[in-house]
């Protein structure tokens, strides 16, 4: 074999054999999983409840019929602003002003009654007093004393009874004349008409047990107004009366309102639906600081409580928190079983919060458990485990869920206008 072959044979076994270890490099790089990374940093961070609702006012009265009747004059509109004791609106009162017209002549018929009833008396105690003297004489029988005495008698029970009927007239009396004040409608408290259902002319009809009676309008005090809010039952235990929000109200896209949380509900709000297996929201009421004169009732709003501050905390990406079952037979995990169920429970059952913290150095990963705070936006608090400065695994979601103890990785060059991490949710 000349020298030239045996230069191309070597040549040809180079090139196959580079060939081969770059593939089986290439190989093995498909093997190590891409992340993105962030370093544990040193933050402020504010924990929010976020909530919708509407804005209602802290008092308003809802006025309704207290007697049956065509309205017949109609003085406010929706929008006016009343002052207490103002006059609203007139319900017709003949038929009423009748029935206390007739219950005042009753009255007057039945003092005449108990004049008749006085002026009997009057002369049966006469004869009485006549029969007793001449019974005591000897000169009338006794016969003739017992006759006037039972006069007496009957003419005195007469009169209680007359006087008992006026009593009952009076009674009488006054109840039509508060059926009659009732047709007029005056304002029961200083605010603003916001809402007016029925017109002039319509027919008021009165309440009943199965029936709601004709509602005529609706006064509100807008001097304080709140924002009633439905709060999610996993975010209630977190809000407390006196903390501070921030609200958004539809009809102010560009403004924001301040408040504090005045009323926390104990009992859920119940659906009209009655439809089960729905969320269960609890209703929390949080008064604005500073209302706007132009806030009606009704309008939509969105609310920010404030339930939790810490100031330059160690925190990391909220994407970048893992949970995941505690190994087998780890004496912390039984310990903690124990402790959460009251009793033994099934080996390497509980799980452990953490992070993975990455080594710059030898491109792996170790898993370290952690303990934390409050919930920012975007970042936890943590407060113990891991240090700022340190470089922390933040996704993506599914090599999270992957990864294990020592696997090496390979940090993802950073693309601009994408952030490092998947599945991070925001939290309030």
Known sequence: MSTKMKVAIGIVILVVGGASVAIGVKQKDKNVKQVTTAKVETASLVSKVSANGQIEAKRKVDISANVMGQIVNLAVREGDQVGKGDFLLQIDK????????????????????????????????????????????????????????????SAEASLAAAEKRIEQARAGLAGARDSLS??????????????????????????????????????????????????????????????????????????????????????????????????????????????????RPGFSCSADIITASREKVTAVPLAALVMREKPKGDPKAEAKSDATAGGPAPR???????????????KTVKFTSVETGITGDLSIEIVKGVSPGATIVTGPFRILREIKDGDKVKVEEKKKGKGGGEGGAEQG
């Open 348 to 362: 390497g059952r509980s799980e452990e919060e953490g992070v993975y913290v990455f080594d710059e150095a030898a």
């Open 94 to 153: 003949a038929q009423l002003a009748a029935s206390a017209a007739g219950a005042a002549a009753s009255l007057e018929a039945l003092f005449a009654d108990r004049d008749a009833a006085r002026a009997s008396v009057d002369n049966a105690k006469r004869t009485f007093d006549r029969a007793k003297s001449n019974f005591d004489q000897g000169i009338a029988p006794k016969a003739d004393f017992d006759v006037a005495e039972t006069s007496l008698r």
């Open 182 to 295: 009732k047709t007029t409608i005056a304002a029961p408290m200083a605010g603003i008409v916001t809402a007016l259902p029925v017109e002039e002319g319509e027919v008021a009809v009165v309440g009943t047990m199965n029936n709601p009676g004709t509602k005529l309008m609706t006064v509100s005090d807008m001097s304080v107004v709140e924002a009633v809010m439905e709060v999610d039952e996993t975010d209630v235990p977190n809000v407390k009366v006196g903390q501070k929000a921030t609200i958004t109200i539809d009809a102010y896209p560009n403004r924001s309102f301040d408040g504090t949380v005045t009323e926390v509900g104990s009992s859920p709000i119940e659906s009209a639906l009655g439809v089960t297996g729905e969320a269960v929201n609890f209703e929390v009421k949080i008064q604005l600081d500073d209302p706007s004169e132009d806030i």
